[in-house]
């Protein structure tokens, strides 16, 4: 997706393999972009009969709702750690952080996620996948019907992407990151 | 505003002084809701000259992503403790929690609110205010201008929206609930 790609270059910065997209992706959120990426996320998987999009706090929320327009679906944010507000049946998963060298419980209340459903996963970035992977094993636990995943960026030099399409997951980003070097980004699609 | 008060009497389950609205709107999220929500915060606000809103993670962030249409800026989103994420300048702030027994910090990177901001605060709850209140005192370490704040629900029964708007800020809430007794919830409004 150009629109992303020509941001990222304008407005991330690298360092190391670190790339930040504070000013428009994930601290302060560019809600134009926003809606370009949801419309994107459509086209792709708009002929699923995607009934939910599911997604983890914190910077996949406002990707989700956005393109949840264009679904006309609920959105289902997993929580990290058990809240104390949330009760009732739980479906819990772990996930490794690599950021922080932790796991941490991801929780998302049953009745939200039912045999019925048709789920499409959101989030921000795909590096090693674990959170990912995370909701996938709680749409498994759910007996829904996992559609696919759509990632605003993947780091296609993480393991993650592979991973999970080897995995059988559909796995669609809309700006994939082949390398970076010397705080210079290259895309796959170059 | 009448469409949430229903929800929350539709949807809602009280249980002694907690209000679960989990099933639309801070956890499964109806996007529509928010749409309608969004519009009215710009009903309210619309003539202010907002240049950002500005929430906290993570139930205020899709509120604030939709809100963000009507008035065509761009959205902060507080991070609750500091990230790796997170680098630069930090505005940082301490908030009490009362669900927890704890207090956590608050950071903002400097460079998203600026001095030539008009701030609008959103969040999903307002209660001690204790949220709200961290929020403003970033505004201020900003040096930007606070325009005042909009939520969802205020349980106007406790203190946070009384010494809010005693310290001279703007509160504006789409539900203002009284009291919650046996399970019944009664609206300012009535």
């Given at each position: 997706?150009?629109?992303?790609?020509?941001?990222?270059?304008t407005?991330?910065?690298?360092?190391?393999?670190v790339?930040?997209?504070?000013?428009?992706?994930n601290?302060?959120?560019?809600?134009?972009?926003?809606?370009?990426?949801?419309?994107?996320?459509y086209?792709?998987?708009?002929?699923?009969?995607?009934?939910k999009?599911?997604?983890?706090?914190?910077?996949?929320?406002?990707i989700?709702?956005?393109?949840?327009?264009?679904?006309?679906?609920?959105?289902?944010?997993?929580?990290?750690?058990?809240?104390?507000?949330?009760?009732?049946?739980?479906?819990?998963?772990?996930?490794?952080?690599?950021?922080?060298?932790?796991?941490?419980?991801?929780?998302?209340?049953?009745?939200f996620?039912?045999?019925?459903?048709?789920v499409?996963?959101?989030?921000?970035?795909?590096?090693?996948?674990?959170?990912?992977?995370?909701?996938?094993?709680?749409?498994?636990?759910?007996?829904?019907?996992?559609?696919?995943?759509?990632?605003?960026?993947?780091?296609?030099?993480?393991?993650?992407?592979?991973?999970?399409r080897?995995?059988?997951?559909?796995?669609?980003?809309?700006?994939?990151?082949q390398?970076?070097?010397?705080?210079?980004?290259?895309?796959?699609?170059?």
């Open positions: 997706m150009t629109v992303l790609e020509e941001r990222i270059r407005d991330g910065v690298v360092s190391g393999e790339l930040k997209v504070n000013s428009f992706l601290h302060q959120m560019d809600i134009e972009l926003f809606n370009e990426m949801g419309r994107e996320f086209r792709l998987f708009g002929d699923e009969g995607v009934t999009l599911l997604t983890i706090e914190a910077s996949g929320i406002g989700a709702c956005i393109a949840a327009q264009y679904f006309h679906t609920p959105v289902v944010f997993a929580k990290k750690n058990r809240s104390t507000n949330l009760s009732g049946d739980l479906l819990v998963t772990k996930v490794a952080s690599f950021t922080h060298g932790t796991s941490y419980d991801v929780v998302v209340e049953r009745a996620l039912t045999p019925e459903d048709r499409l996963l959101i989030d921000d970035f795909l590096a090693n996948g674990a959170a990912l992977a995370g909701l996938a094993d709680l749409v498994r636990q759910a007996g829904a019907t996992l559609v696919g995943a759509g990632v605003a960026i993947e780091k296609a030099f993480q393991p993650g992407g592979a991973r999970l080897e995995s059988g997951l559909r796995v669609e980003a809309l700006a994939r990151i390398r970076m070097r010397d705080g210079r980004i290259e895309f796959c699609s170059e």
